[in-house]
């Protein structure tokens, strides 16, 4: 029988959701794996051009490349609008310890990062790279794109199903995370002004 702490509830968008097969990690709301966001290094994507097709699902841990940091695939790659997405995550749990560790680490909420990896030619004079490839996906501690971040948490939907009242805790998360985003925004805003 599954145990469920009633009493801890973390409330946000890509919610991890633990069911079925013990090596896949599903997300509640698909996760944007990339999009056409501005990054930490002042790039970004140009989303239409980014070719997805060829690339074959391989998940690293760090950007490894060895054979020994491949830690898992991903499950249901796909683009929508301005943004690639994935379902999941199926880590090779029997084949490799280092997918036990980084599985861990996500369901626990200490990792929570993915990165990409792309071939392509450099940015254009604005940041925007074009005509790339999609050829990796890694688990990182912490990603380029701000939106790259699986959060560990139980929804406000679960929240509700245990009959746990969530008014206050969703009127508290919708604040702070709005207020979050907004000052991460005028950041970078400010950097890219700076330039």
Partial sequence: MEKKNENFITLEKNSIKQGGEDDIVNFAEPLAITDDSRQWNMTCYDINTLDISDYDGVVTANHGQEISDVIGKVVNLRKNGNKVLIDGIKFAVKENPLAV???????????????????????????????????????????????????????????????????????????????????TSNRLNKIIDSL
């Fill in 101 to 183: 560790l980084a599985k861990n680490l996500m369901l626990g909420g200490f990792v929570s990062g993915v990165s990409i990896e792309t071939i392509g030619g450099d940015p254009d004079n604005d940041g925007i790279w074009h005509n790339h490839r999609l050829c990796g996906l890694s688990i990182v501690a912490h990603p380029n794109n701000l939106n790259a971040y699986a959060v560990i948490s139980n929804s406000i939907n679960e929240a509700k199903s245990y009959g746990l009242k969530t008014d206050r805790i969703e009127k508290l998360i919708n604040t702070d995370v709005k207020d979050k985003v907004k000052r």
